[in-house]
C-alpha cells in the first residue's frame, strides 16, 4: 500500500475518534454547569481546555462560549470538532481508491450537514449529533471495508486516539477535583455506564468507576481495551510487512506495551491516587507511538500537531 493512502486512512481513524470523545468531553462538562448551579464555570472550562492542550486556560478566566469556540466551532484547528471532521473528509479524499462508496458518503455528508450555521444555537443537540454520525462511520466501516493493511490503519488511528482522549477525560478530571464531573458522569459520557452497571452488579462507586473506564479489558471504550487493540494492529502490520519490517516497528509497540503494563500491574489504589501524572504519560506515550508509525510506514508525511500554530 502506498504511504500516502496509509497515512490517510490512519488519520481518518484518529480525525473521525477525536470528533466524537471531544463532543463527549464537551458535552459532560457543560451539563454539568446546567446540573449543578454551585460548580465553578472557570475551573471547569480551564481544566477541560488544559486537558485539551490549551495554554492560555492556565492564565486566563474561561466561560462557557470559549469552550465552544475553541473545542467545536473553530474550523482552522484539528483539535475542535468541526477541524476534525474537515480533517477526516480531506484525508478521505485522498484514498478514494481505498474506502468504500458508503463510507466516503458517510464523511461527507457529515462535513456539509455539521457546517450549516444554525447548529451555534443549539450546541447540545449538536453534540449528540457528532457522536451519532461518528458511531454511523465506524459501523459503516465495520461492515464495508477487507480486514486487510487499509483496515488496520483505519483501526489503529482510531485506537491510539481513543486512549489519548480517554487519557484526557480522566486527565480533565483530576484537574477540575471536586469543581469537576464525578467518574460515574465520565462513564456516562462515554456510553459505558450501563455496561458498568452490569459489571459491577449495581455496586456503583467512584473508585470502581474509574477502574473501569480505565482498566476494563472487555469494554471498547476503556484505555486498557483501546491500547489493546491498538498493539494488536501493530502486529498486524507487522507480520503483513514481513519479519525485516517487525523489528522497524518495534518502537511503536514498546511505547504502547510499557504504558499498557504500567496499568495493568500497578496497584489499581496507587493508580487512582496519581491519575493526572499516570494520564499524562499515556498521552506522552500515544504521541511517541504516533511518531514511530509515522516514521516507519508513512515517512514523507508530515505529523499532525493537536494546536495549529
Known sequence: MLSRIAESLYWIGRYVERSEATS?????????????????????????????????????????????????????????????????????????????SELWESVNVTW?????????????????????????????????????????????????????????????????????????????????????????????????????????PLFPRSLMSALVVAERCLDDLAIRHGSAERGRALQAQRVLGMIRSELEFAPPAELLEDVYQVMERVQSACSVASDAIAQRYFPQGVVTSWIAS
Open 24 to 100: 463527549r468531553m464537551v458535552d459532560v462538562h457543560l451539563t454539568l454547569l446546567l446540573d449543578d448551579p454551585w460548580a465553578a464555570e472557570d475551573v471547569v472550562c480551564a481544566s477541560l481546555l488544559a486537558a485539551m492542550g490549551h495554554a492560555e486556560a492556565e492564565t486566563e478566566a474561561v466561560r462557557r462560549d470559549e469552550v465552544l469556540e475553541a473545542l467545536v466551532w473553530d474550523p482552522t484547528t484539528p483539535a475542535s470538532v468541526l477541524g476534525s471532521l474537515s480533517s477526516a473528509r480531506d484525508n478521505a479524499r485522498r484514498c478514494r481508491e481505498v474506502v468504500s
Open 112 to 216: 456539509h450537514e455539521a457546517n450549516r450555521l444554525d447548529h451555534r444555537a443549539y450546541p447540545h443537540a449538536f453534540l449528540k449529533w457528532v457522536r451519532e454520525r461518528a458511531a454511523a462511520f465506524t459501523g459503516t466501516a465495520d461492515s464495508t471495508l477487507s480486514r486487510d493493511e487499509a483496515f488496520h490503519f483505519l483501526v489503529l488511528g482510531r485506537s491510539i486516539e481513543r486512549a489519548d482522549m480517554t487519557a484526557r477525560l480522566a486527565a480533565a478530571r483530576a484537574l477540575a477535583g471536586d469543581a469537576g464531573p464525578s467518574w460515574v458522569t465520565l462513564l456516562q459520557s462515554c456510553g459505558a455506564y450501563q455496561a458498568f452497571l452490569r459489571s459491577a452488579r449495581g455496586a456503583v462507586d467512584e473508585r470502581r468507576s474509574a477502574e473501569f473506564l480505565l482498566l476494563d
